[in-house]
């Protein structure tokens, strides 16, 4: 009855913040909580098979910083819940939202307010997407380092959030390495500045660096003043082919025993060849057991080529120059993931870095897990990074409701992370916690690393109003 | 009388703290209070010119990570404050202690733990040298990245504690972006651990990043996890000489314009080119007017060279390829300063950062600061980072006290601060705020910033115990 009566209290201030909203800002964009926006309760890892039928949150679009604010001290009054939101392509639930809570979308939060050619940076609003920053930045001979696989859809605000890595954070860091300054907004409308515009910078402690990956609790990103790079000189397509996963998981050391820095090192193992073959049509697998495939940049590629080849051959690897054009292939096959989902299976895709030496203890604790809970593990992965995504997957039994998978899936994960951490591993490697792994967080964190991590989420937020549930 | 009465108090604190861990510990090496201590008041950049003749604060050296934790323990029982030093190389009184407070130095705490040459890391004691660190890793093919100028003097834990530069930071980043996790023990005496043996990792906040630059106010560092790199495959000196200072600060930006990436890239002005010559017998000066001192290192040297020259060349450079020696040599001027500190002069020394693009405006700004405050003003820089360590000096008239300078050094240096926070600037670059520049936090940063600092600084260490008046 209480716990009524307090979902109806809770119901009631979310109708009546989106009245106010809608009254005191009549050109904002805004969608009361309903069937229509349930995809808004789910992120890309998180979405269910079948499309919800239950109401989704109230989502609001501001279109300026001070609407941010203005919308963030409404909410306070209602005590409505706030979810930052980028594009939703987050796979940890980091933006998930219940009916009660107000989506806060930076959609529309989209200018490149500035390209500064000079000190190669750029400021952008939240809701630009990464690709869009790249393509702006592309005639001054300049890009944007950070590309997660899902560089063509997610925003600079959600990679923000999540800390994002991608395929050349080896050589140029994960977002924090690229992020200079972050403009903020606190649970209590007010706007702060992280961070400086200058590539050093030691006055106080670095809220940048804490704000970027804590996942939309501590404050509102609106805008980020990013560093960009010069386009390499050039850039070369290596791949590596191995007679099998375990082989080519072992030969990637090679790689760190030569002076060569590439800009992607990406491994896929046997299986997940055959599942990109058997989506695309291609014929990796006859080429090898798995792939090491690699980006050169920069100067004297045919140097780096040669001291590289030399490397990887005396490990046992088959190496090949590829052409722009088959290179370009092979990079648009990895990016567009490990060949679609498979409707016969249910699947559970994961994300955990071991030391890079630990690389091939892992594959090779794939068959354990196969057996123990009769599932099949594959995995690709940020391999110069022990950054790797496991895919594990089991035939749907004919008469089974394919929206509840087998818990047999969740287990195997749980003690693949637990193994992972055995070898000084990270429950989450470029992901994030969100909703969906929260609760794996005290596998990795002490309690105490916790108590204070929890602090200081109140001192940012004391009255927990910023996506609650997440993270921590 | 009430202040007599609590610095009496402290005293005995100190006293009876002492008494007790000669008790307890009778191997520790421990000094109390007295004269002998007194360099142990001061960190480098703050030591008076004339020996202070009043009591300096206890000195305790601890040999492990326990120790570390039943002094801080102990100390907590006597109220007696901590302050954290590594080699006290600092240059912002980040060490700074008194006679009623308890220095802990990691001096004693210098083993390095681990040498992991497939995972390219290292785990340290707080107290490694870190030129030590690259002696042991170097015949590995390996080396540590930060060098600050100190780094034949600081220590791995001092770097740390102010997320120290240095030369190579602008290729391959400043401390942070070579620490992969931190054990540190808090004002408690628990022992946390923050970030993560991997490369990447997003488990909960980035309390890893939080802790490193924050001058010993959070926790106190006893050992580091630090991330090595592959030794280039070669290095090349390259100086290209301006006829006069401003020409060679506009000069820089051509370097942005290429695609190289310069593993350094210093600029030394006309009056510190001449200070060099008086102190080591030289005659840089009668090469140019200000030199920008460069060095490449990697693949494709000559192709790096042809490229950086043809863009130094055309913005009106005279540029020359050195020789190994003659490199070398260049960079031991370049090391060892500005020539050393004239007696006959007051001088103050200072750290700031600017956009790049802003580089020639500061140097642009000297004259004007020389004639306002009748002061000579000169730097030497980290150029590619728009960081540059001013040097403001004044003759010392006859008949005055040489340890009390004029005031004009300090209020040309706030000036010049004011002016560089003016074009988008930092307070402190690297050097960080220690006691010395604490004051200034508040021209950069808003005071909700502050007060979010204070909240987190209060979530580690609730009592204040750990290097009170420093940094925030």
Redesign the interface.
């Known amino acids: 009855m209480a716990a009524n009566s307090n979902l109806k209290s809770k119901t009631d201030s979310i109708e009546l913040l989106v009245t106010e909203l809608v009254t005191e800002f009549p050109e904002l964009k805004i969608a009361p909580p309903s069937v229509d926006t349930s995809e808004y309760s789910y992120d890309t890892g998180t979405t269910p098979k079948i499309k919800s039928q239950t109401s989704g949150p109230a989502v609001v679009w501001p279109t300026s910083v001070p609407q941010v604010q203005e919308i963030i001290r409404a909410a306070a009054r209602y005590d409505v819940k706030i979810i930052p939101r980028g594009e939703g392509s987050g796979l940890s639930g980091g933006a998930a939202a219940t009916s009660d809570q107000l989506v806060l979308s930076t959609q529309l939060l989209n200018s490149i307010v500035e390209i500064?050619?000079?000190?190669?940076?750029a400021v952008v609003e939240a809701g630009v997407i990464n690709s869009e920053l790249n393509e702006r930045v592309q005639p001054h001979?300049l890009f944007y380092a950070p590309d997660p696989a899902s560089w063509t859809i997610s925003s600079i605000g959600g990679n923000v959030a999540?800390?994002a890595?991608g395929l050349r954070?080896?050589k140029y860091?994960?977002t924090?390495?690229s992020v200079l300054s972050l403009d903020l907004v606190?649970a209590d409308g007010?706007l702060?500045?992280?961070g400086?515009?200058?590539?050093?910078?030691?006055?106080?402690?670095?809220?940048r660096?804490?704000v970027?990956?804590?996942e939309g609790i501590?404050g509102i990103v609106v805008r980020a003043t990013v560093r960009l790079?010069?386009?390499?000189?050039a850039r070369k397509t290596v791949s590596v082919w191995f007679p099998d996963t375990l082989s080519g998981a072992a030969g990637l050391?090679a790689i760190?025993?030569?002076?060569?820095?590439p800009s992607i090192i990406e491994f896929i193992d046997g299986p997940t060849l055959s599942n990109i073959d058997a989506a695309s049509g291609t014929q990796l697998r006859e080429r090898g057991g798995s792939l090491i495939l690699i980006e050169l940049d920069?100067?004297?590629?045919n140097?780096?080529f040669r001291?590289l080849s030399d490397a990887l051959s005396k490990a046992g690897g088959s190496v090949v120059e590829e052409t722009a054009i088959a290179g370009e292939a092979l990079w648009e096959l990895r990016r567009s993931g490990r060949g679609g989902p498979d409707p016969r299976k249910w699947s559970l895709s994961s994300d955990i870095?071991?030391?890079?030496?630990k690389f091939k203890e892992i594959y090779a604790y794939f068959p354990t897990l196969e057996q123990k809970y009769r599932v099949e593990v594959s995995a690709l992965g940020?391999a110069g990074?022990?950054?790797l995504h496991p895919l594990i997957t089991k035939e749907i039994p004919v008469g089974a409701d394919p929206s509840i998978p087998d818990p047999a899936l969740t287990a195997a994960n749980l003690d693949l992370i637990k193994f992972a951490l055995s070898l000084?591993?990270?429950?989450?490697?470029?992901?994030?916690?969100g909703s969906a792994k929260r609760h794996?967080?005290e596998l990795?964190?002490?309690s105490?690393?916790?108590e204070?991590?929890r602090?200081?989420?109140l001192?940012?937020d004391p009255l927990s109003r910023l996506n609650p549930g997440k993270?921590?």
Chains 1, 2 share one sequence.
């Open positions: 500064n050619v000079d000190d190669e940076l001979g999540t800390n890595g954070c080896v860091g994960v924090r390495e606190l007010e702060i500045t992280v400086q515009r200058t590539l050093k910078g030691v006055t106080g402690l670095d809220l660096s804490l970027i990956g804590s501590l790079r010069p386009i390499p000189a050391s760190s025993r030569t002076p060569v820095r920069g100067y004297g590629l140097e780096q001291d870095a071991v030391p890079r030496s940020h990074d022990g950054n000084g591993g990270t429950v989450t490697a470029e992901h994030g916690l794996l967080a990795e964190l002490s105490r690393s916790l204070i991590q602090a200081i989420k001192a940012f993270a921590i």
